[in-house]
């Protein structure tokens, strides 16, 4: 089977940095995904990673390493919009379904 | 393109009544997924479509819950006998076949059921 671990609440100031990050164990990984969903909304899809290294998306980055099995999601410039929960999610080789961590919750203050 | 739908938004049921949902995914997405949240936790797979056949059913879901795709395009997942543990949200995605495409899912806002 598959697991995943992540904080389970992560507080920051605005303006701030801060970095979720997410562990798993799989067998035949194939790509790490992050996803954000504010109270009562749905996920959005931010950033997916299949390779080792960063990929950029703005204020968004996410981190993998595949031998460590562990990723990171880094929020710059954080804005109190960004008070939201983060999923990553693990899709192993051979299936087609993701598997979803538990969720961080980000705390934005000003 | 609307992105993904969902209807209805909320569904109050009593214990034992049927329910029904459905799901319009992004126009160009041949696979849609069904999930289910609950506070706290991540999405939980329930099971997916590539075009009108469903591929794959978690081994979680009972006997209650059946799920169709009769055209290739909207979805039904429906839910008989509901009971209290049914209450969640029920969330569907839909996405690209292939590759790194399959990993970007478009989430609908989310069916929210509440068995009374």
């Known amino acids: ?110 | 393109d609307t992105g993904v739908s969902q209807d209805p938004r909320h569904k109050i049921t009593k214990r034992g009544q049927n329910v029904t949902f459905r799901c319009d995914p992004i126009s160009e997405h041949n696979r849609l997924y069904w999930y289910r949240q609950t506070l706290g936790q991540g999405p939980e797979f329930l099971t997916y479509f590539q075009n009108e056949a469903q591929l794959e059913k978690s081994r979680l879901l009972s006997d209650r819950f059946s799920a169709e795709r009769p055209k290739g395009s909207f979805s039904t997942l429906e839910i008989q006998r509901t009971e209290q543990g049914d209450s969640a949200m029920y969330l569907c995605a839909s996405s690209l076949p292939s590759g790194r495409n399959m990993d970007t899912q478009y989430f609908g806002p989310g069916t929210r059921l509440t068995v009374l």
């Open chain 1, 1 to 110: 089977g598959q697991s995943l671990e992540q904080p389970s609440e992560v507080t920051a100031v605005e303006g701030a940095i801060v970095q979720i990050n997410c562990t798993y164990q799989t067998s035949g990984f194939y790509g790490l995904s992050w996803y954000q969903q504010h109270d009562g909304g749905a996920p959005t899809f931010l950033s997916y990673n299949a390779l080792d290294g960063l990929e950029e998306t703005g204020r968004f980055s996410s981190f993998l390493s595949r031998s460590d099995s562990y990723g990171y999601l880094l929020l710059q410039e954080l804005q109190m919009k960004d008070s939201a929960s983060y999923f990553c999610a693990v899709r192993s080789g051979g299936s087609y379904i993701p598997t979803f961590g538990r969720g961080t919750s980000l705390i934005v203050h000003p």
